[in-house]
Nanobody, 127 residues
Framework: HVQLVESGGGLVEPGDSLRLSCAAS????????LGWFRQVPRKAREVVAA????????YYADSVKGRFTISRDNTANTVALEMTNLKIEDTANYYC????????????????????WGKGTAVTVSS
């Protein structure tokens, strides 16, 4: 049974840090590229960060470069998103996603090319 389950969201203040985690049941976990999307109401989901199947190649949206770090543990079947210096504009629902092709995260409408999705975890940054 394929499943992605996010955790770690919450309410924080600007400048704070938060760590999101995604536990995955994907069969052969290391076959999948993994990533984090986020979405706010009335806007499309956007890719925040992605990591290739071996963990060596990573992508970050310009808006989070230098603040967010994606990492994966192919032994524990998890992918994490370490978020630091959070800003109000980081407020969103964050979704873990898996694809059997790393390039899928960079296609037009990447959300249409993911194999699996989690249900999301809410992050609210507010003073």
């Amino acid at each position: 049974h394929v499943q992605l389950v996010e955790s770690g969201g919450g309410l924080v203040e600007p400048g704070d840090s938060l760590r999101l985690s995604c536990a995955a049941s994907l069969g052969t976990f290391s076959d999948y590229a993994l990533g984090w999307f986020r979405q706010v109401p009335r806007k499309a989901r956007e890719v925040v960060a992605a990591v290739a199947h071996d963990g060596d190649v990573k992508y970050y949206a310009d808006s989070v470069k230098g603040r967010f770090t994606i990492s994966r543990d192919n032994t524990a079947n998890t992918v994490a998103l370490e978020m630091t210096n959070l800003k109000i504009e980081d407020t969103a629902n964050y979704y873990c996603a898996a694809s059997n092709a790393y390039y899928s995260f960079f296609m037009d409408t990447p959300e249409n090319h993911m194999n699996h999705w989690g249900k999301g975890t809410a992050v609210t940054v507010s003073s």
